[in-house]
C-alpha cells in the first residue's frame, strides 16, 4: 500500500538547503603550485613550470608575451630577479613573434636550466 497523501515518511532528509560548496573545477592557486621552499633552489617540473607560466596569461590567447612574462618574473622573485625577462624572451622566441607558445615555454626553461641553474624536471 502507497502511503495516504499528506503522510509524513520518516527519514526523509530535506537537502534543499544543502548545496555544494566546494569548486572542483578551479585550477590549483600559484601558492599551491609553486610551495614555498625554504631552500635557496626550488624545484618543479616543466609541466608545473608552464602551468605557473600560463596563469599570468592574462588575455588567454596561449602565449606568453613580454608583459606577462615580466609579471610574471616580477610574482616569482627568487632566481627570477636576476633575470631580465627581454633577454630571456628573446632567447626563447624563435620567431621573434614576440610571445612564448607553448614550445617555446620550453625554450625558456632551457634557458633558465643553461644560464640560471635554474631546476626543473623533464622527465
Ligand atoms: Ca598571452
Redesign the pocket.
Known amino acids: 500500500m502507497l502511503p495516504a497523501p499528506g503522510t509524513t515518511i520518516k527519514g526523509g532528509i530535506d537537502r534543499s538547503t544543502c548545496t555544494p560548496t566546494r569548486t572542483a573545477s578551479k585550477k590549483s592557486t600559484p601558492a599551491m603550485a609553486i610551495r614555498g621552499v625554504a631552500s635557496s633552489r626550488e624545484d618543479m617540473t616543466l609541466e608545473e613550470f608552464k602551468e605557473w607560466l600560463k596563469q599570468f596569461?592574462?588575455?588567454g590567447?596561449g602565449?606568453?608575451?613580454r608583459n606577462?612574462l615580466r609579471e610574471a618574473l616580477r610574482r616569482r622573485g627568487g632566481w627570477f630577479t636576476t633575470w631580465r625577462s627581454g633577454r630571456a624572451l628573446r632567447h626563447a622566441d624563435k620567431n621573434n613573434s614576440g610571445?612564448l607558445d607553448d614550445s617555446e615555454i620550453e625554450n625558456l626553461v632551457a634557458f633558465a636550466q643553461k644560464d640560471l641553474g635554474m631546476k626543473v624536471s623533464t622527465w
Open positions: 596569461d592574462a588575455d590567447d602565449r606568453i608575451s606577462e610571445f
